[in-house]
């Protein structure tokens, strides 16, 4: 199993961006799909956008398209979300998560992933 790592949270104003990236160390990374998941206060943690562990597939949650970009480098371990026009809705401590099987459309709920990091807040201001 891979542990990610998250970083790259902090307080932003409405309309701004910040970039999230999360190190996963431990077995062959690019054999790992990678997904980001969010938890607001008093609500279920929600799924955001996945990749695929060679990086061709992306998945994203509706309320993010078009705004979040995920990426990958296979060569750093590491994955990222660049997230822009951040609104009063994206407030959430945000996870990086790792699926050791292959990704789909149905494959995108928490329970779908393995291992999980700590997470990072993430704070939009008006």
């Known amino acids: 199993q891979v542990q990610p790592v998250e970083s790259g949270g902090g307080l932003v104003q409405a309309g701004g961006s910040l970039r999230l990236s999360c190190a996963a160390s431990?077995?062959?990374?690019?054999?790992?799909?990678m997904g980001w998941f969010r938890q607001a206060p008093g609500k279920e943690r929600e799924f955001v956008a996945a990749?695929?562990?060679?990086?061709?597939?992306?998945y994203y949650a509706d309320s993010v398209k078009g705004r979040f970009t995920i990426s990958r480098e296979n060569a750093k371990d590491t994955v990222h979300m660049q997230m822009n026009s951040l609104n009063p809705d994206d407030p959430a401590v945000y996870y990086c998560?790792?699926?050791?099987?292959?990704?789909?459309?149905?494959?995108?709920?928490?329970?779908?992933?393995?291992?999980w990091g700590q997470g990072t807040q993430v704070t939009v201001s008006s």
């Open positions: 431990g077995r062959t990374f690019s054999g790992y799909a």
């Open positions: 998560a790792a699926r050791c099987f292959g990704l789909e459309h149905f494959t995108l709920r928490p329970a779908d992933f393995g291992s």
């Open positions: 990749i695929s562990g060679s990086g061709t597939v992306t």
